[in-house]
Nanobody, 126 residues
């Protein structure tokens, strides 16, 4: 399994970006997928996760109401729409596959994810 994150860039505060996570493998649609981020000098932190069907989502409090995670299983892609961006959203963003196909629990724990993309840089200027 390979995950490829893209869509990062430089944006002004209040602006928007959409990140994409493209996956290889025909069983991708069976897995929950999450987004995480690592800000300079900080640990990697959970951002959002989506169920294998796309019907359930879970967000970190810091992004709730501003970010939206979605997926298109026909394209093997998960998206993260980021609106009302703040300087504190500046980080490298990673997508990852949650372990165990077909499960229902949406996890925010890094240890529950096995395959990770390479990351895409998001920089928000204030």
């Amino acid at each position: 399994v390979q995950l490829q994150a893209s869509g990062g860039g430089l944006v002004q505060a209040g602006g928007s970006l959409r990140l994409s996570c493209a996956a290889s493998g025909r069983t991708f649609s069976n897995y929950r997928v999450g987004w995480f981020r690592r800000a300079p000098g900080k640990d990697r932190e959970f951002v959002a996760v989506i169920s294998w069907s796309g019907s359930s989502t879970y967000y970190a409090d810091s992004v709730k109401g501003r970010f939206t995670i979605s997926r298109d299983n026909a394209k093997n892609t998960v998206y993260l729409q980021m609106n009302s961006l703040k300087a504190e959203d500046t980080a490298v963003y990673y997508c990852a596959r949650q372990r165990v196909a077909g499960g229902l629990r949406l996890s925010s724990a890094i240890a529950d994810y096995d395959y990770w993309g390479q990351g895409t840089q998001v920089t928000v200027s204030s």
